[in-house]
């Protein structure tokens, strides 16, 4: 790095050494991706020296003329990716997902209000409830769950809701390998009259490409975060429609005005708007044929993963995969998902160890590992790739040569090389 290199070379170093472990191992963490070389480029611009507090045309500095121009921007081609009308307001200023969340839930809520959402050792996010999370110290989370077979058990989301009646039902996850049927929320949202939020971080790219149905016929808020699936930059976006009203003190205000209220001066100051810009690079991406594809083969290559590790005796989750993600108990293999992940790495093949739904052991030391091919698709690898990562696989959690594992990794990187 030109700059870096001469004014503080033990960052660089440091820099150079994780850009490397990135092109020398096969990353199949599912909330992982490569941003491509002009994302980072709006990042590492000149607009992350600008404070630009509020709104386009409504901001508390001055100076912000271009910041209103990328901002609106963004918001434009967050609208056309996700192929939305102006009845959705779309608010770019979150950080990331989990602030993305708390704004979505301090619009809608009041402390001490229900919310619904995934039992969390069942793919659940940290901020959909965990009593360590916000989500879980200042509003009262209801947890529906999967059947035993591992699909959402909609009749359980029923009547819990009719039960506890909710203010707010929630749906999208971080692991979960199959479709979510929208509709069937909604349905019952409407029945309780509860607000139903999407919060479709991990798949956000697959709604994009068009190979996950989408939320936006259904949803009232969905949030997301722009660095999974979708490609981006860290950051988050949240749509909210501007056509449904919510009471605030005495007045009514679109909801599409409560998140944006509640994202500035609600919970943040100023904007990222670096950040900002890399977003909107990334939405332009996302608009693309090119971008299309990649969703599907994003899909392609996880059900040919799936469909191989099932042929060597692996347990999936509800049996396989319908998305980008596959959750694999690997008890059954003589290891727990800590041994499996421990192993792995030493291959050269980074996953994430995750608990399986009815955990039978902790969340620090679960049954089983989550995968997902964004990140490998991304590089290009296709299905015969696919197969050939699940061998490595396995030979690596049986311990079966890992240092020859290792050097297959390494060719593999090699031919299909981080951008
Ligand atoms: C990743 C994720 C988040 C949080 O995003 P951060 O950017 O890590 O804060 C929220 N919800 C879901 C479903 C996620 O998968």
């Given amino acids: 790095m030109k700059y870096l290199d001469k004014t503080d070379p033990q960052v660089a170093r440091?820099?150079?050494?994780?850009?490397?472990?990135?092109?020398?191992?096969?990353?199949?963490?599912?909330?992982?991706?490569?941003?491509?070389?002009?994302?980072?480029?709006?990042?590492?611009?000149?607009?992350?020296?600008?404070?630009?507090?509020?709104?386009?045309?409504?901001?508390?500095?001055?100076?912000?003329?271009?910041?209103?121009?990328?901002?609106?921007?963004?918001?434009?081609?967050?609208?056309?990716?996700?192929?939305?009308?102006?009845?959705?307001?779309?608010?770019?200023?979150?950080?990331?997902?989990?602030?993305?969340?708390?704004?979505?839930?301090?619009?809608?809520?009041?402390?001490?209000?229900?919310?619904?959402?995934?039992?969390?050792?069942?793919?659940?996010?940290?901020?959909?409830?965990?009593?360590?999370?916000?989500?879980?110290?200042?509003?009262?989370?209801?947890?529906?769950?999967?059947t035993k077979k591992g699909v959402i058990d909609y009749a359980m989301v029923r009547s819990l809701a009719r039960r506890e009646r909710?203010?707010?039902?929630?749906?999208?996850?971080?692991?979960?390998?199959?479709?979510?049927?929208?509709?069937?929320?909604?349905?019952?949202?409407?029945?309780?009259?509860?607000?139903?939020?999407?919060?479709?971080?991990?798949?956000?790219?697959?709604?994009?490409?068009?190979?996950?149905?989408?939320?936006?016929?259904?949803?009232?808020?969905?949030?997301?975060?722009?660095?999974?699936?979708?490609?981006?930059?860290?950051?988050?976006?949240?749509?909210?429609?501007?056509?449904?009203?919510?009471?605030?003190?005495?007045?009514?205000?679109?909801?599409?005005?409560?998140?944006?209220?509640?994202?500035?001066p609600g919970l943040q100051g100023g904007p990222h708007d670096n950040q900002t810009a890399a977003i909107a690079v990334a939405l332009k991406e996302a608009a693309t044929p090119a971008f299309t594809r990649y969703g599907v083969q994003i899909v392609k290559n996880a059900k040919a993963l799936a469909a191989a590790l099932n042929g060597m005796g692996y347990e999936l989750v509800s049996g396989g995969t319908d998305n980008h993600l596959i959750l694999i108990d690997v008890t059954n293999k003589g290891v727990t998902g800590r041994v499996a992940q421990d192993r792995l790495e030493e291959a050269g093949i980074v996953v994430n160890r995750n608990t399986v739904p009815y955990?039978?052991?902790?969340?620090?030391?679960?049954?089983?590992?989550?995968?997902?091919t964004p990140s490998l698709t991304t590089r290009g690898m296709k299905e015969r790739e696919m197969r050939q990562v699940a061998s490595l696989m396995d030979r690596a959690i049986r311990e079966e040569g890992i240092s020859k594992v290792r050097k297959e990794v390494l060719s593999l990187c090699r031919k299909f090389p981080v951008q």
């Fill in 166 to 264: 909710p203010k707010l039902i929630l749906a999208g996850y971080t692991a979960y390998p199959r479709t979510i049927d929208f509709a069937k929320f909604k349905s019952i949202a409407k029945e309780v009259k509860a607000y139903f939020m999407v919060d479709m971080a991990h798949i956000a790219g697959l709604v994009a490409a068009g190979v996950h149905p989408s939320p936006f016929p259904y949803a009232d808020v969905v949030t997301t975060t722009t660095h999974k699936s979708l490609r981006g930059p860290r950051g988050a976006l949240i749509f909210s429609r501007r056509d449904r009203m919510i009471k605030v003190g005495a007045k009514e205000i679109s909801l599409a005005r409560a998140i944006d209220r509640s994202v500035f």
């Fill in 14 to 146: 440091l820099v150079a050494r994780e850009m490397k472990r990135q092109s020398e191992t096969l990353d199949l963490i599912p909330s992982e991706n490569i941003a491509s070389k002009s994302v980072m480029e709006a990042l590492g611009s000149s607009l992350t020296n600008k404070y630009s507090e509020g709104y386009p045309a409504k901001r508390y500095y001055a100076g912000n003329a271009v910041i209103d121009a990328v901002e609106l921007l963004a918001q434009e081609r967050a609208r056309k990716v996700f192929r939305l009308g102006k009845e959705w307001g779309v608010n770019v200023q979150a950080l990331s997902g989990a602030p993305a969340n708390m704004a979505a839930y301090f619009a809608l809520l009041k402390p001490g209000d229900k919310f619904m959402a995934l039992q969390l050792t069942s793919g659940g996010h940290l901020t959909h409830g965990d009593p360590v999370n916000f989500s879980g110290r200042l509003f009262r989370p209801i947890h529906y769950n999967v």
């Fill in 359 to 372: 955990e039978p052991r902790s969340p620090f030391d679960p049954s089983g590992i989550r995968i997902g």
